[in-house]
């Protein structure tokens, strides 16, 4: 009787998994460019994100990784120029001594 209950409930949580997967997937579908657009940019700021970019930190090549996740952080709030040094003319000068 037990296992027919556990199973049972096994099943009911199955159906209930597919019936969640095809209704976001409708949602997904029947959705507007103003809701895509603002699903895009909530996965910018997501907690996820943010969590990997913290773990990603601290597993394999400290050095590089860490480098990696502050630019994407300057990235993200606009600290990042994206020009090249040619675009600052008194930077990119050699001082020529005569």
Do not use: C
Request: hydrophobic share 40%; aromatic share 8%.
């Amino acid at each position: 009787m037990y296992e027919l209950i556990a199973w049972v409930v096994v099943a009911i949580i199955f159906v209930l998994m597919i019936w969640a997967l095809i209704r976001e997937d409708n949602r997904r579908r029947n959705r507007t460019a103003q809701e895509f657009e603002n699903e895009l940019v909530e996965s910018k700021q997501s907690l996820l994100r943010a969590g990997m970019l913290e773990l990603d930190k601290f597993v394999g090549d400290t050095r590089n990784k860490r480098a990696a996740v502050e630019f994407l952080k300057d990235q993200d709030e606009g600290r990042h120029e994206t020009g090249s040094k040619g675009d600052d003319e008194e930077r990119t000068q050699k001082q020529v001594e005569p």
